[in-house]
Nanobody, 121 residues
């Protein structure tokens, strides 16, 4: 019913930048929250940043000051600008959205397919 499609991952040298994009499509009435997570091998999935509708952005301490989340409500899209990348940022990055569809009285949570970010030293 709702699909999230990510793009922008890749290989980058330490100190470089990447911009991740995620667009939601399908039966969408309202997206309550969009955010970004990452998961490195052997570690739990980590919440990086959120952008609630009508709210303020939130960042994990590990990325605050380096990463910036933005949102285009008209396009049902969310972005993550990643600057000053470090090898420790190497992980699979996931887009997440809490979505209300027309005719439904509650929201559902959706995930993107994940995009790999590798930072070389």
């Amino acid at each position: 019913q709702v699909q999230l499609v990510e793009s922008g991952g890749g290989l980058v040298q330490a100190g470089g930048s990447l911009r991740l994009s995620c667009a939601a499509s399908g039966s969408i009435f309202r997206i309550n929250v969009m955010g970004w997570y990452r998961q490195a091998p052997g570690k739990q999935r980590e919440l990086l940043a959120t952008f609630p509708s009508g709210g303020t952005t939130n960042y994990a301490d590990s990325v605050k000051g380096r990463f910036t989340i933005s949102r285009d409500t008209a396009k049902n899209a969310v972005y993550l600008q990643m600057n000053s990348l470090k090898p420790e940022d190497t992980a699979t990055y996931y887009c997440n959205a809490d979505v209300m569809s027309p005719g439904n009285w509650r929201s559902y949570n959706y995930w993107g397919q994940g995009t790999q970010v590798t930072v070389s030293s």
